[in-house]
């Protein structure tokens, strides 16, 4: 009897844990969001000639992180950098696809997107046991995509970009099952894994509003 109470005792206090750590991975979540909504404010404010020097910083910061750590796993300064400046481009990004597409199209796109990254998430959670496999392959196609995206700065043709999107997009979709499988095995930082999953559901917003801009035109 005490046994089965110990037991009881022990899942008890590992529920709490998990609770815990999930709460803090969405907080660092929200933080992140947090830190976005700061640097597109101060987007506004930045001079064109300045976006493509700071684009250009941000390429190396995210080609070095990549390479160095082997994997997405941006140190807290880092982090904190690369969210400032994505948030510092990105105001630009978001009021041309909000004037090309309308507010009612615009907000339906990331409302789209939002709902994809739940709906992947929870496959990932819920139906996918193990998707650990899935990361190395994950980061072959990241790195082949960033390669990608460079090669595209001087490839002025519509098929390619939106080839490039498509697949961006999908490879976004497929690191969200895979970090919400994370959570559910316990394999996280919960600054790491919140840092991911907000740069997961950005790429997905972007990435579904760029393909309804291709669309629209």
């Known amino acids: 009897m005490a046994d089965t109470a110990s037991k009881q005792e022990k899942k008890e206090k590992k529920e ?10 969405w907080l660092f979540f929200i933080y992140y969001w947090l830190i976005f909504g700061v640097g ?13 020097p700071l684009s250009l910083v941000l390429l190396v910061l995210v080609l070095a992180n990549l390479f160095i750590k082997h994997g997405r796993k941006y140190g807290i300064v880092m982090s904190h950098i690369y969210t400032l400046a994505i ?18 199209v615009f907000y339906k ?14 496959i990932g959670y819920f139906l996918i046991n193990d998707a650990s ?15 990608a995206g460079i090669v595209g700065i001087f490839i002025n043709n519509p098929v390619y970009h939106t080839i490039t ?3 961006g997009l999908l490879l976004f979709l497929m690191y969200t099952i895979f970090d919400f499988n994370r959570m559910k095995r316990g394999n996280f ?5 919140g840092f991911n ?18 669309v629209r035109k």
């Open 197 to 214: 999953l907000f740069i997961n559901l950005l790429n997905i917003v972007r990435d579904v509003l760029r393909l309804a801009d291709r």
């Open 16 to 25: 709490k844990s998990e609770s815990k750590s999930y709460g803090k991975v």
């Open 40 to 52: 597109c404010y101060f987007g506004q404010f930045l001079p064109m000639e300045w976006r493509k």
């Open 133 to 147: 496999g899935m990361g190395r392959y994950l980061f072959v196609i990241l790195v082949s995509l960033i390669i």
């Open 87 to 104: 948030g510092l481009l990105s105001f630009a990004t978001f009021t041309i696809y909000l004037q090309n597409l309308g507010a009612e």
């Open 189 to 193: 930082n919960a600054r790491e894994l």
């Open 109 to 122: 796109n990331v409302i789209l997107a939002i709902s994809a990254f739940i709906v992947f998430g929870l």
């Open 165 to 167: 999107t498509i697949v």
